[in-house]
């Protein structure tokens, strides 16, 4: 049985800083690409981050380029997500998805497991 687990989100001020953190099981963890998605209410799920299954390619949304950071440690069969110099508007729930066939999709239909999410809250 695949499991993703999100930990980490939280309430924070503007200008502060989180580290997520999504726990995999049940899948051979580095024969997925990983991506972080994110949805606020009202709004459809987005792209924020991808992994490929080394970790050696990243890519992000221009919207958080230079200040979220995605890392994966295979060995813990964990990826992350370093999120620095908050928003108001990173406010979301945020999920981490896995994607077997691909890594960097932007669609959240390409990814086949998701994690239940994480909540951020960020505010001023």
């Known amino acids: 049985q695949v499991q993703l687990v999100e930990s980490g989100g939280g309430l924070v001020q503007a200008g502060g800083s989180l580290r997520l953190s999504c726990a995999a099981s049940?899948?051979?963890?580095?024969?997925?690409?990983m991506g972080w998605f994110r949805q606020a209410p009202g709004k459809e799920r987005e792209f924020v981050a991808a992994?490929?299954?080394?970790?050696?390619?990243?890519s992000y949304a221009d919207s958080v380029k230079g200040r979220f950071t995605i890392s994966r440690d295979n060995a813990k069969n964990t990826v992350y997500l370093q999120m620095n110099s908050l928003k108001l508007e990173d406010t979301a729930i945020y999920y981490c998805?896995?994607?077997?066939?691909?890594?960097?999709?932007?669609?959240?239909?390409?990814?086949?497991?998701w994690g239940q999410g994480t909540q951020v809250t960020v505010s001023s």
């Open positions: 049940g899948l051979t963890f580095s024969s997925y690409g």
């Open positions: 998805g896995a994607d077997r066939m691909n890594w960097g999709t932007r669609r959240p239909v390409s990814y086949e497991y």
């Open positions: 992994i490929s299954w080394s970790g050696g390619a990243t």
